[in-house]
Nanobody, 122 residues
Framework: QVQLVESGGGLVQPGGSLTLSCAASGSILSINTMGWYRQAPGKERELVATIATGGTTHYADSVKGRFTISRDNAKKTVYLQMSSLKPVDTAVYYC????????????????WGQGTVVTVSS
């Protein structure tokens, strides 16, 4: 059993900052790529940022220069530091992790968090 627990969402004014966290727990052998996606009301889920095991990062053009993704492998946690937030950043943010479970190390599983709401509004 693998679980992702997200935290850090909330209401913030335009131009403000917020940091999201996502911690993985359970029967995990190793974690590969970790990332964040978001889904705004009435829109499809979209990639925000990903970070590979070695630290290579990828960002959506809309968040480059404003968001920073990082990870703590020892804590099995991924972070998303968001700054200069805009109303268009309002969405449910989902953590996404690709991992190898202990029960079957020949497989890679994709696991999603439950989502955390970020609202950017004055």
């Amino acid at each position: 059993q693998v679980q992702l627990v997200e935290s850090g969402g909330g209401l913030v004014q335009p131009g403000g900052s917020l940091t999201l966290s996502c911690a993985a727990s359970g029967s995990i052998l190793s974690i590969n790529t970790m990332g964040w996606y978001r889904q705004a009301p009435g829109k499809e889920r979209e990639l925000v940022a990903t970070i590979a095991t070695g630290g290579t990062t990828h960002y959506a053009d809309s968040v480059k220069g404003r968001f920073t993704i990082s990870r703590d492998n020892a804590k099995k946690t991924v972070y998303l530091q968001m700054s200069s937030l805009k109303p268009v950043d309002t969405a449910v943010y989902y953590c996404n992790v690709h991992l190898v479970p202990l029960v079957d190390f020949t497989r890679t599983l994709e696991v999603w968090g439950q989502g955390t709401v970020v609202t950017v509004s004055s």
